[in-house]
């Protein structure tokens, strides 16, 4: 709570440019802060509730065009990850959650470009110490968020490897007494698997969080025509971490289920 006290502390009502780390809190329930970046995220999920049950509503054996489309998206998709996972079999174990992960993570990030998000909110306190609180903010510029997708991926991988191999054959990947040298690249294995967190949050976090912070710049200096590329390319931006995210859980995955060299 320091941290965003001390965002909130620094914030301008007098206009300019303010940039801060700390999410911005709605209000509280029971305590826990509601922050307009959880608030985004639920509002994601509904979304894709939505779609998912109009979709599975429509669905016919003889598919039109939109559904014949879909299916050779999702068979293509699910065709290299049977490839690259060598099995069918955990390409159709892991699927749902590396495309779920995939569809989500781009639904956040191209919700966080519409008109209205981060816009759309109230102001709190009274004078010089007054500040915008919008209710909708980006997902991605929140780090609690990136390192929960980050949690749920780590998880999906260890568990993975146990499924495949085995608790103590996963276990012996990172501690290994054969002998010194297999102990010390052990140990080193198990402190690139624990970085994964690091690198999966602050990835995601950070070219996010970049991208919004040049389009608020941009946007201050010059406000009609230059944000428009800019806007285009963080779609692209938004499509390409959401899609790096995904494709790294799977690969990662693949090394997990593969047995330990001797």
Partial sequence: MSLISTAYAAESAHGGIHVALAPYVVGHVFGVPITSTLITAWLGMVILTIIAVLVRRHLALVPGKLQSVMEMMIGGVYDYMADVLESR????????IVMTIFIFILT?????????????????????ESHFIPFLYPSA??????LAFALIAFFTIQFSGIA??????????FINFSSPLN?????????????????????????IFAGKTLLVVVMFFVPYFVPVPIMAFEVFVGFIQ?????ILTLFFIKIATEEPAH
């Fill in 89 to 96: 079999q955990l390409a159709r174990k892991y699927f749902p």
């Fill in 183 to 207: 102990f010390a690249v052990g140990i080193i294995e198990l402190i690139s698997e624990i970085a994964r967190l690091i690198s999966f949050s602050f990835r995601l976090f950070g070219n």
């Fill in 141 to 146: 510029t929140d780090l609690n968020i990136t």
């Fill in 242 to 246: 959401a899609f790096v995210f995904a």
């Fill in 164 to 173: 495949a191999i085995g608790a103590f054959k996963y276990a012996g990947k």
């Fill in 108 to 128: 956040l990030n191209w919700f966080g470009l519409f008109p209205g998000v981060t816009s759309i909110g109230y102001y709190a306190g009274h004078g010089e």
